[in-house]
């Protein structure tokens, strides 16, 4: 798929107690500009520590070819945030978040779709509409 992307999402752990917040790994500099909107959207609605954006060599961004991102919600060795991960609410938040980037990615890479003269919906550019038709037949 040319619009498919990779999200790994996890939970971090550090030998320091007090270590805490939200950081968004990326390999490449597509995977960085969805970093960049899930870090955003996590960090300014769920209201955690915003330890950016960083470049990594992990195996799930370097093996694969799709824009990647790891998303790190936390740490789990912080008493405060261990005690947020298991609640239902705050990983309803988390993934919302992460899925308003991924929406927000898409909408940048993919412009809104519209319905033609035939009523069925396409993007607005052929550069964008031939796989719109390949997926609806």
């Known amino acids: 798929e040319s619009d498919a992307i990779f999200v ?6 550090a ?5 805490h ?3 968004t790994y ?3 500099k597509r995977g960085a500009v969805l970093a960049a909107r899930i870090q955003r959207q996590i960090v300014t609605r769920v209201g955690t520590e915003n330890r950016g954006i960083r470049s990594a060599k992990f195996y799930v961004l ?4 799709l824009p990647a991102v790891l998303v790190e919600c936390g ?3 912080n008493p405060v945030e261990a005690q947020l991960a298991l609640t239902p609410a705050y990983r309803e938040q988390l993934a919302k978040q992460i899925a308003a980037g991924i929406i927000e990615q898409r909408q940048f890479s993919f412009p ?3 319905p033609n ?3 069925r919906l396409v993007h607005n550019t052929k550069k964008h509409r031939k796989v719109v038709l390949a997926q609806q037949k």
């Open 8 to 13: 790994s999402i996890h939970y971090n752990a």
């Open 15 to 19: 030998r320091r107690s007090g270590a």
């Open 21 to 23: 917040g939200i950081e």
């Open 26 to 28: 990326s390999k490449s």
């Open 62 to 65: 370097r093996k694969t070819r």
């Open 75 to 77: 740490f789990l060795t």
């Open 112 to 114: 809104p779709l519209v």
């Open 117 to 119: 003269h035939q009523g």
